[in-house]
């Protein structure tokens, strides 16, 4: 569905209104989706699809993956944790991951931003190289 100017104002406009301190407010979003359900302006498909679209670049903007290939120790979830708050600011949920896969090392994700320290990338880029 192509979305049109207006609608992309407009679900930008109410995405605006349903951030509090920074941070998006879960309970200010539903009122919003329901009472632009109720009211259904022209358009208002459109400045849902956008809207939602908006929401959820946020919730994967606040959501960090840390993959490791054994069960990091609390000392280092602790470290990391801060770095991550530090740089991206309150509100971020972390979730920690074994993979086996990645043979050593870790592997951080924040929305769309990878940092890649495991064996398995410096490996691969090793024979990209050869």
């Given at each position: 569905m192509k979305i049109n100017k207006q609608a992309r104002r407009d679900a930008k406009h109410l995405f605006r209104n349903c951030v509090l301190n920074g941070l998006l407010d879960e309970n200010r979003v539903r009122q919003t989706v329901q009472q632009l359900i109720a009211r259904k302006p022209r358009g208002y498909?459109?400045?849902?699809?956008?809207?939602?679209?908006?929401?959820?670049?946020?919730v994967a903007r606040r959501r960090a993956t840390i993959e490791s290939a054994v069960p990091v120790p609390e000392s280092l979830k602790v470290g990391v944790q801060t770095s991550l708050a530090r740089k991206y600011g309150p509100g971020l949920s972390i979730a920690f991951v074994v993979n086996p896969d990645l043979i050593g090392g870790l592997r951080v994700q924040v929305g769309s931003d990878v940092y890649d320290g495991s064996l398995r990338a410096r490996l691969a880029e090793l024979t990209e190289r050869f």
């Open positions: 498909v459109a400045v849902l699809s956008q809207f939602q679209r908006l929401v959820k670049l946020d």
